[in-house]
């Protein structure tokens, strides 16, 4: 296997950048739209040999580093007796919606067996992968930011109402999702995933003081109880959250393009990192791409490991050969930069 | 006149920490919705008459220090050409768009005299007012972001295609709007408006890099241009271009509440700043409430001066008494903070 992916979140230096993208499975390839148009998406997740056909397309196109499992962030709170929807273009649904203490009932203890299929497709993913696979679940904070308000919001007024209305019942809920997110990831574990990212794609909507109170700790227990693979922190508008990052022990940090990973890396020292170019600079020229790329990549190397992505998930709108001509680029340029 | 903003403004230490809020004039107060009952939003800003009244009602009800223009940021694009629209509930609407250089023919020069209702609003009010009136624009970047995408959107997928595919148009459409900005705000600072926010609350959707690139300098030739009346800079998102804001030359840098002030502080010494409550605090108990609100002042007391705001606009489901409330521990904390 490939592992030069999985050297770098080890936190050791590698030959070259290697690199991965979220949502690097997604619509805007006309191998996954093929596929899409006979299943919805929720099918799509929940059938291990469609799940595992998908994580495995932009492997072979792309030629990435590392696969992520074809999944969403929201199926295990069906394990906990909530309702999901995916609506094309609209985003997701989740319901009933938990906006207060009393509400928690509606909660239960997560039935681990009725996610079998996402082991399923991980059993059947390391056997066909020549590169390592990553197995996710989003932080506590983010998932309880989808259980409140049924969906994604502008301003996500009701978590806050909650968080800073009903503040102990907000705990409840947060070591509820901790200990079902926990064990959601350790069945990961145990199915054969080589590397772990949790996705905190709504913990910058909180300031350093709430995140410390509100989000870190359920985070920090995770983490902790996930020894036996590497585990990648993805967190999304948390530039001014990152002398809070540090004492995670998360053996990667993976952040978006709104702080120099430069920045990032002189204020976490010795620490690996994951990202952080714009998904969008892939809609704009190939000059303009490369130029930010190898910024990042020249940046990069001041981190203890560097681990090449986005900052967000793959653009709709993305050319799949640009996409790949990024890749190939990325891995050149990198290569030729530990040379100099 | 009350003149403890302006000299916070100016960089001197005051007495107590003054406070305003963005959008302090709005839905979330009885005495708005009567007005707007009877007429619609963009009426209410064209009639000077009303425009006053309603910049007139936080003054009184809730003792801020200083008042900002009832406006919107959108109405300078009318007297280029463009259309705006503001549908309840669903944000606001611009159009045609531009999203390419070839479009740009669809812009005509500022006619100035077509904003006279604003003109007029400013010089009803500064017989008026007992406290300093703020004027405001947007940013050319976030002004652009409007005339590409016609509203808000989640990612600004047409302003970056835009940016990174065409980015020599694009920077003819930023010198258009900077132009157009300025001389807008000249006017305002003309008709009596005691000091000027710039509003670039889509700056943090761009890296530091593309900041550097796209916004920044446009910024800075607007605030150079300026000298006669004190510039607060507001920027959304931005925790990550902290060191991108040091050479802007305002005279104040509002934040948002995704950064603790004391680390912005330490980032930007001896700067003016102003902020960074989560606006949604005011959601929950009066005690989560006033401890936020300690720490920001105590933590603001490291800023060479610090004015009190949140970190976004009142939210409108804000309670007018707690809003009260928090002007007034304000005001008596850091007081007493000062004598300590």
Redesign the interface.
């Known amino acids: 296997m490939k592992d030069t992916f999985l050297k770098a979140c080890q936190g050791f230096k590698t030959d070259y950048t290697p690199v991965w993208f979220m949502r690097q499975a997604g619509r805007y390839m006309k191998e996954y739209q093929k596929i899409r148009q006979k299943y919805d998406f929720l099918t799509m997740c929940k059938t291990p040999e469609i799940a595992a056909e998908v994580t495995l397309q932009p492997i072979k196109i792309l030629g990435v580093d590392a696969a992520i499992l074809f999944s969403d962030i929201l199926v295990p709170l069906e394990a906990v007796g909530l309702k999901i929807e995916f609506i094309e273009d609209k985003g997701p649904k989740v319901y009933p919606n938990i906006r207060d203490e009393e509400n928690l009932n509606l909660l239960k203890n997560i039935e681990i067996d009725s996610l079998d299929y996402v082991f399923k497709t991980i059993k059947i993913l390391t056997k066909e992968l020549e590169v390592p696979l990553i197995g996710f679940a989003a932080s506590p904070f983010t998932l309880a930011t989808y259980v409140i308000e049924g969906g994604t919001t502008k301003?996500?007024?009701n978590t806050?109402?909650f968080?800073?209305?009903q503040?102990e019942g907000f705990h409840k809920l947060m070591d509820f999702l901790t200990d079902a997110t926990l064990n959601y990831l350790q069945e990961q574990v145990k199915a054969g995933v080589h590397a772990l990212q949790i996705f905190d794609t709504w913990a910058?909507i909180?300031?350093?003081?709430?995140y410390e109170v509100f989000c870190k700790p359920y985070v920090k227990r995770i983490i902790n109880k996930l020894k036996s693979v590497p585990v990648i922190y993805f967190s999304s508008?948390?530039?001014?959250?990152l002398?809070h990052l540090k004492d995670l022990d998360a053996d990667v940090l993976s952040i978006d393009?709104?702080?120099?990973i430069r920045?990032a890396s002189l204020a976490l020292k010795d620490q690996s990192l994951q990202g952080?170019l714009?998904p969008?600079?892939l809609?704009?020229?190939e000059e303009?791409?490369f130029k930010?790329t190898e910024?990042i990549l020249i940046d990069g190397m001041n981190a203890k490991s560097h681990i090449f992505n986005l900052?967000h998930g793959v653009?709709i709108?993305t050319s799949v050969d640009k996409l790949k001509k990024l890749v190939d680029f990325i891995h050149e340029f990198s290569h030729k930069l530990r040379r100099i």
């Not at 909180?206 to 709430?210: E, G, I, Q, W």
């Not at 393009?257 to 120099?260: A, L, N, Q, S």
């Open positions: 301003d996500f007024v806050k109402r968080m800073f209305a503040s910058g909180l300031s350093p003081f709430d508008n948390t530039a001014g959250h002398n393009w709104r702080i120099d920045d952080n714009d969008l600079t809609l704009g020229t303009e791409l930010r910024k900052g653009n709108n």
